[in-house]
């Protein structure tokens, strides 16, 4: 029991020597030592010294040693949003839509040529969040805002719920599909119509299911600027359930056609051999070309 302290402060202690002699050399390597160094004995304020490199980490990134102990991730972004909004919105929206579509291709078995789950759409989707999802949501909840700027009564509250659904949602669902259906490879304008005549109201009927709910929960609890963050992070988690299931409903459809399901009118047989049973499909590597 003694030995292991005497060798667990030996080591403590070389570590230590280790970092200060680091930090005397001053430069970005010796000031990062020193702040582990620091952070390691527990005199970074809101740390205890258990995860010195991430308390470290962290700290720089939600403002420095001088908001150390004071602010968390949260109150960083939230600041950033107030000072920065649509910049930080389209960080949001780019991040979270490629996430989506990285998420909903792992979940759905979803790969590319290559057997990748990391396709051509990830990017594309990103894309899509951060240049034309954010922009257009920073316009319309500023619009939404303004028009019911200092209106706080229970009828100005069921007045921009209807607003939301009825004129916000149709321009935002109208405008995913179009975006979808380019990204999936339509080419043209009855392709890109048709998508979205097929979609739209399936989309509308999960806006108007779960909007009035956000809606209600954002004005009641979080700040405006917080709203199309909460927004997007709402839509994240529908999406990429929807995704998931799009692409698996795609994939099955797929496989049966790469692997032929037609029946002769003869005998039971299928066109191409025989119906193939659920160990045929392969379970990794690239899904059937498409």
Known sequence: MSLKIERDTYKAAVQEAVLDHAASKGGVVGHTAAAISEAAHGKLPGTKGHHPIAAVVGTAITGGRKNAGTKGYLAAYLKQLEDNPLR??????????????????????????????????????????????????????????????????????????????????????????????????????????????ASFWKVMRVSWITSPICLAFAQ??????AWVPFFNLVSFIIGTYINTIAKKKRLTALRKRHFGEGRSSGGGSTVGGPRPGPGDYPPMGPNPPY
Do not use: C
């Open 88 to 197: 930080t919105k389209m960080l949001t929206a780019g991040t979270l839509a490629g996430s989506q579509e990285l998420l909903a291709s792992w979940l759905a078995k979803d790969r590319n040529k290559h057997g990748n789950y990391f396709t051509s759409r990830v990017p594309k989707m990103a894309t899509y969040g951060a240049l034309v999802s954010a922009p257009l949501g920073h316009f319309l909840i500023w619009l939404l805002q303004k028009i019911f700027s200092g209106r706080t009564s229970l009828r100005a509250k069921i007045l921009q719920i209807l607003f939301s659904n009825l004129v916000i949602a149709p321009v935002q669902n109208t405008v995913y599909l179009v975006a979808l259906s380019l990204i999936a490879g339509a080419k043209t304008f009855q392709q890109v119509k048709a998508t979205v005549r």
């Open 220 to 225: 009641k609890f979080l700040p405006q600027h």
